[in-house]
């Protein structure tokens, strides 16, 4: 085998390091580090234990609950998958529109999207995604590939229906030979506006989803705070079998709550 230089071989460690070389990633796999793994199943598992004993106040209850504790890490994995996505897609309504002005201005399609991984690159730094997307594009084609076969690779990649139409539109207008910067200004601009339609829905639910973790929380401090303030007053609930079965009604209807309230606040269009 040919032995790589140590200079480029210095080069590509530090893309690695930085996170300069995103492309090939399959961002519908989100991978947790192990002190992500640590942390949040700890979190997990003092979430069981404070609910153990605000409805049971039992070790028992404890042991049955804290297999459960995996569901935090779990959830965690794919708020922050669900939070990568939506800023790829941020990036890539940028890019598409840097592309569109280059073409405006007389470039050829793959030179475009070469320089518009420069600008993503000073625009969002070495941590971009659609940077080094936009960058392996214009590298397979300068090797006579075809450029919407990059952006299909791209779309299948991220699950992103909007990178997929970008696709369609670009083979259709390489096929079609004339109107392609109007086709494809066409198109990066409907993207623009559906996905800034999606940001000003995340902008006016994120106060309603703090307000629904501040209340989610409000059931317990009610029990601890009368509990600190009234000691005994809940024992027939955890000494009685009656006691018990409503405290798992409560429990159950409260995780109902929880999971009913995600579906509310989760709008996507």
């Known amino acids: ?88 897609s941020l990036e890539f309504k940028d890019g598409i529109q840097i592309l569109s002005s280059y073409l405006s201005a007389g470039y050829a399609l793959e030179n475009a999207f070469s320089l518009s991984a420069s600008e993503l690159r000073e625009l969002y730094g070495s941590h971009g995604m659609a ?24 779309g299948e990649r991220s699950g992103l229906e909007d990178v997929n ?8 207008a390489k096929r079609r030979g004339g109107g392609m910067v109007e086709m494809i200004s066409q198109t990066a601009s409907v993207i623009r506006d559906k996905i800034q339609v999606q940001e000003e829905i995340h902008t006016m639910t994120a106060a309603k989803v703090l307000e629904q973790q501040v209340m989610s929380g409000v059931p317990f401090l009610i029990v601890l705070y009368i509990d600190f303030t009234s000691p005994g007053f809940f ?35």
């Open 235 to 269: 024992d027939v609930m955890y000494e009685t079998a009656a006691g018990r079965w409503v405290m798992t009604l409560c429990l159950v209807l409260y995780g109902a709550a929880l999971v009913l309230a995600g579906h509310i606040l989760d709008i996507e269009i």
């Open 165 to 172: 139409n970008f696709a369609q539109v670009v083979a259709a």
């Open 131 to 154: 940077a080094g997307e936009f960058e392996e594009i214009a590298g397979k084609a300068r090797m006579n590939r075809p450029v919407e076969e990059g952006l299909l690779d791209f």
């Open 1 to 88: 085998m040919q032995e790589i230089p140590r200079g480029k071989q210095r080069s590509e460690e530090k893309k690695k390091r930085t996170g300069e070389s995103r492309a090939g990633t399959d961002y519908g796999c989100y991978r947790l580090s192990p002190v992500q793994w640590l942390a949040y199943g700890g979190a997990g598992a003092g979430l069981c234990g404070l609910t153990a004993y605000i409805f049971y106040r039992s070790l028992a209850a404890f042991l049955i609950l804290l297999p459960l504790g995996i569901l935090c890490p779990l959830t965690q994995k794919r708020r922050l998958k669900k939070k990568r996505l939506r800023q790829l």
